[in-house]
């Protein structure tokens, strides 16, 4: 439900500015799909799906609470979205700042990596897309499996195994047709987490069908087999 490929499942988007005008007859029957957002202080922030707190001790004070979850609640599609409200969290949740970056804060999340969910205030104009990823001043690249909870596999922190690691990425075929095969099952999912020495340390789902390892940088990429390797 936080990530990146998840949003673009979403049939239909509504968001604090936003209304549809349906006929009367209609809007009895319309299931709202919420952005994950969270209000407090007339601002809304909206999730990151590609961006994890690189380290606890960015998590600031607690700063705000929510008061009401719309998910489940609302069926109104021309709600206008409060101060308190969250798409998903039940209300009391807490809500943190996150230390040295401004605009963000941060819901405690067990199934995240590193145990938070992170939000941006909308509006802002940053790229969490792979290619931000500053590889001149990487200091490690953890693989997390599972889909929830996810459990480290594996850590490079040697600058020739992450290197080698960022080529076979680079060498991924952008293929938005690809389809996996689940005729065995869900694929096997997986996280790639790249660390610097900043607050935010960006991360991306890869997966494997049993036949083909493929990712989400930005489009959807398969991937040559070599990518196992770094699994052991």
């Known amino acids: 439900m936080r990530r990146l490929f998840l949003a673009i499942l979403l049939l239909i988007t509504f968001t604090a500015c936003q209304s549809v005008e349906l006929p009367e007859a209609e809007e009895s029957h319309i299931d709202i799909e919420w952005v994950d957002f969270v209000k407090i202080d007339d601002q809304q922030y909206s999730v990151i799906y590609t961006a994890a707190i690189a380290d606890e001790s960015y998590i600031g004070h607690e700063i705000a609470k929510t008061e009401f979850k719309v998910s489940e ?4 599609p021309h709600y206008q979205v409060k101060n308190g409200d969250a798409a998903y969290w039940e209300k009391g949740t807490p809500i943190y700042d996150v230390i040295g970056k401004e605009g963000m804060i941060a819901i405690k999340d067990e199934d995240e990596v590193n145990s938070y969910r992170l939000y941006q205030a909308d509006g802002l104009d940053d790229n969490w897309q792979f290619e931000k990823v500053n590889r001149d001043a990487l200091t ?28 076979v990425l680079d060498e991924g075929e952008e293929n938005i047709e690809f389809e996996p095969n689940i005729d065995n099952g869900d694929p096997e999912i997986y996280w790639l987490v790249f660390y610097t020495k900043e607050v935010v340390a960006l991360y991306f789902q890869m997966s494997y069908d049993g036949e083909t390892w ?17 699994l052991h």
């Open 214 to 230: 493929y990712w989400y940088p930005h489009e959807q990429e398969t991937l040559s087999d070599e990518i196992e390797t770094y």
């Open 73 to 76: 609640n609302v069926t109104d």
């Open 140 to 167: 490690e690249v953890e693989i997390y499996e599972g889909y929830m909870d996810p459990k480290l596999v594996q850590s490079l922190t040697g600058e020739a195994e992450i290197k080698r690691l960022l080529e």
